[in-house]
C-alpha cells in the first residue's frame, strides 16, 4: 500500500493536477508498480487552448462499513 500523500495546491483543480503527475509518476517506476497497473490510460494538454483532458480507471471493492451496515466503495491499492 502506498504511503499517504498530502497535496500543495489550494485549489482543488490544482490538486487534481498533483494527484494525476503522482500516480503517472507511480505507474511509470517498475520499483512501486511492479505488474506494471495502468491507472491512466490517457493524458493530454492542448497547447493551444490549455485544456487538460485525463482518463483514468482503477478497481474498487465494496466494503461493509463496521458503523452503520451500509455498503462503502473503497478503491484498491495496487501501488508499493
Known sequence: MA???VTKSTTLENQLLEIVELIAIKQGDPATNPD???FITSYNRNNLTGQFTVALSFPSSDVIDATDGSIDVLADAVYL
Do not use: D, I, K, T
Open 36 to 38: 506494471a497497473v495502468n
Open 3 to 5: 504511503a499517504a500523500v
